[in-house]
């Protein structure tokens, strides 16, 4: 579902099979797709945005929607910085993924989305 077929295609390849592997119910998408982006940003859902994942030139970028409220013990986010409600997991090449790790924090983000303080936003009117 990516334009690039080098390391960063295959890097979202294995996050993709750990995302799903985690949740079978989770929902796959390709969102915001545009000239600059043809191949559009491979969304994950359940309940609520899980994460997004974008190819960059120098690396992989899967950015949680409401990251800052998820556990994250294993320090799989990069540093926060002022971050607000977001936060990301910066893959380059040759990084390996905790994959344990990522698929408490997939359960975590699913398990937020169900929980009492998720409010899914509304659609805008048009």
């Known amino acids: 579902m990516t334009a690039t077929t080098d390391w960063r295609a295959a890097t979202l390849d294995r996050v993709r099979a750990a995302i799903l ?3 079978p119910a989770v929902v796959e998408e390709i969102k915001w797709r545009k000239p600059s982006n043809p191949a559009g940003v491979p969304t994950w859902s359940h309940g609520g945005l899980i994460c997004t994942g974008e190819t960059y ?3 992989v ?3 949680f929607a409401r990251g800052a409220k998820l556990s994250d ?3 799989l986010f990069g540093p926060a910085k002022d971050t607000g409600t977001r936060r990301a997991i910066d893959l380059k090449e ?3 993924l905790d994959e344990t790790a990522f698929t ?3 359960h975590d983000a699913i398990a937020h989305n169900a929980g009492r303080d ?3 936003p509304e659609k805008p009117r048009k």
């Open 21 to 23: 592997a985690a949740d």
């Open 57 to 59: 030139k120098d690396k």
């Open 61 to 63: 970028k899967l950015t």
């Open 73 to 75: 013990p294993a320090g």
């Open 94 to 96: 040759g990084d390996t």
């Open 104 to 106: 408490a924090l997939i």
């Open 118 to 120: 998720y409010v899914p």
